[in-house]
């Protein structure tokens, strides 16, 4: 029940937010996006301190917020618009001229981040942490390439 209200909530955000985007500021948009990265990495740090052991492993805990992180994928591709990248943000302009592959980065991390939440539904660290580490290495090649 939690799920589809949190996958309904996350469908319409994303509409809507996709038809408002023609009217944001670029500093609204730039600071939309941080803030999703921000709980994204509320997220994914108690996740990687279980899956390296420096907390105890928690497999409802685990799953809840793998379940936030793949629904937070999905928000900050948007807010990545022309304009915004030479005001306060790490985001380097050459997502515009390579926007094809910046795509493809984000599609990768909404992918990775959803296999996580399916892995986590298991409830075993030796499942989970594979699918753990393609999500880390999703979120490397996008601060890789795109990120200051």
Known sequence: MKKMLLIGLTAALTAT????SAQVKPFEAIEYRQGVF???????????????????????EFSR????????????GEAFLPGTYDKKT???PKIETERAKFDAGMQDFQQATAE????AQ????????????AAAKTCKA???NFRD
Do not use: Y
């Open 116 to 119: 996580l939440a399916t892995a």
């Open 65 to 76: 917020r793998a379940n936030l992180l793949a629904a937070l994928s999905q928000m900050p």
């Open 90 to 92: 790490a985001a380097l």
């Open 122 to 133: 298991s409830g075993d660290l030796n499942s989970i942490r594979p699918a753990f580490m």
């Open 142 to 144: 996008c601060h890789d």
């Open 38 to 60: 921000k709980a994204v990495k509320w997220h994914f740090g108690p996740l990687g301190d279980m899956v390296k052991g420096k907390t105890e492993f928690n497999a409802e």
């Open 17 to 20: 937010a996709g038809i408002a």
